[in-house]
């Protein structure tokens, strides 16, 4: 493959986020290693500057600087979108390891473990969510540590991506979980939270909405059904947007 056929990660996640699905990546971190300057939401295609809720419920100051900077290596921002670390994916997962998710209710932890089992027989680990993110990052501390004498957080971005390589690929050994199950994770959840309604902490802005062209929670499409062709340019708004979702149905679906 020449280099002018690599897809590069952010390219990868407008497909998938333009085809409404937010499947696991390959997680391949070979494309983009150069760093891009951190592009402002708030003014990126005329978007209002909203007032964030940064409160962390979950994270301690240490867990929160890892995992924003990891984020941000797995989204990296461009000179037209911000990264992940901007859209606040740190604080979507923050409240999901909070919240019921990150207990593991809805999961099976019982045992028997097997971690070597196949993955359609789902979550091997003894671990709930919110232990496996805790476990985790503080011994990724330890290898960087140990390697560069610096927190993760610290590194430039070639080294930050060379240790996210080797936590997918397992080169980078973990002494208590499996590091490629870790990464996997990190890496659906940064992708939810660059994708998911703003009312759960990330996609600050609607970032990923606009990136890729979703408009959001609006009620009906009706006076678009025979409309063929043609662009669907509205503003994007969420399931919280309660004022712009009732100006809408008073306009009966007319496009801005």
């Given at each position: 493959?020449?280099?002018?056929?690599?897809?590069?990660?952010?390219?990868?996640?407008?497909?998938?986020?333009?085809?409404?699905?937010?499947?696991?990546?390959s997680?391949?971190l070979?494309?983009?290693?150069?760093?891009?300057?951190?592009?402002?939401?708030?003014?990126?295609?005329?978007?209002?500057?909203?007032?964030?809720d940064?409160?962390?419920?979950?994270?301690n100051?240490?867990?929160?600087?890892?995992?924003?900077?990891?984020?941000?290596?797995?989204?990296?921002?461009?000179?037209?979108?911000?990264?992940?670390?901007?859209?606040?994916?740190?604080?979507?997962?923050?409240?999901?390891?909070?919240?019921?998710?990150?207990?593991?209710?809805?999961?099976?932890?019982a045992?028997?473990?097997?971690p070597?089992?196949?993955?359609?027989?789902?979550?091997?680990?003894?671990h709930t969510?919110?232990?496996?993110?805790?476990?985790?990052?503080?011994?990724?501390?330890?290898?960087?540590?140990n390697?560069?004498?610096?927190?993760?957080?610290?590194?430039?971005a070639?080294?930050?991506?060379?240790?996210?390589?080797?936590?997918?690929?397992?080169?980078?050994?973990?002494?208590?979980?499996p590091?490629?199950?870790?990464?996997?994770?990190?890496?659906?959840?940064?992708?939810?939270?660059?994708?998911?309604?703003?009312?759960?902490?990330?996609?600050?802005?609607?970032?990923?909405?606009?990136?890729?062209?979703?408009?959001?929670?609006?009620?009906?499409?009706?006076?678009?059904?025979?409309?063929?062709g043609?662009?669907?340019?509205?503003?994007?708004?969420?399931?919280?947007?309660?004022?712009?979702?009732?100006?809408?149905?008073?306009?009966?679906?007319?496009?801005?």
């Amino acid at each position: 493959m020449t280099q002018s056929n690599k897809l590069t990660r952010r390219g990868v996640l407008g497909v998938v986020g333009a085809a409404s699905a937010v499947p696991l990546l390959s997680g391949r971190l070979s494309a983009q290693h150069a760093e891009h300057p951190k592009a402002d939401p708030s003014k990126a295609h005329g978007s209002p500057t909203v007032a964030w809720d940064t409160t962390l419920f979950f994270f301690n100051d240490v867990e929160a600087r890892f995992v924003e900077a990891a984020v941000d290596r797995l989204i990296p921002p461009d000179p037209q979108w911000a990264g992940a670390a901007s859209a606040g994916v740190l604080y979507y997962i923050d409240r999901q390891l909070a919240s019921a998710y990150g207990s593991g209710a809805r999961m099976y932890l019982a045992g028997p473990w097997e971690p070597d089992a196949p993955a359609q027989q789902g979550y091997q680990l003894r671990h709930t969510p919110a232990e496996l993110y805790r476990v985790a990052i503080a011994e990724i501390g330890d290898v960087c540590q140990n390697r560069f004498g610096r927190g993760f957080g610290e590194l430039s971005a070639n080294q930050q991506d060379d240790v996210l390589k080797g936590l997918e690929t397992g080169e980078v050994a973990l002494p208590s979980v499996p590091s490629p199950t870790f990464f996997e994770t990190l890496l659906a959840n940064t992708i939810e939270g660059f994708f998911a309604d703003p009312a759960y902490g990330g996609n600050r802005d609607m970032v990923g909405w606009r990136m890729v062209g979703f408009p959001g929670a609006y009620a009906q499409y009706l006076a678009f059904v025979d409309v063929h062709g043609a662009q669907y340019t509205r503003r994007p708004i969420g399931i919280s947007d309660q004022a712009e979702r009732q100006r809408h149905l008073a306009g009966h679906g007319k496009a801005e």
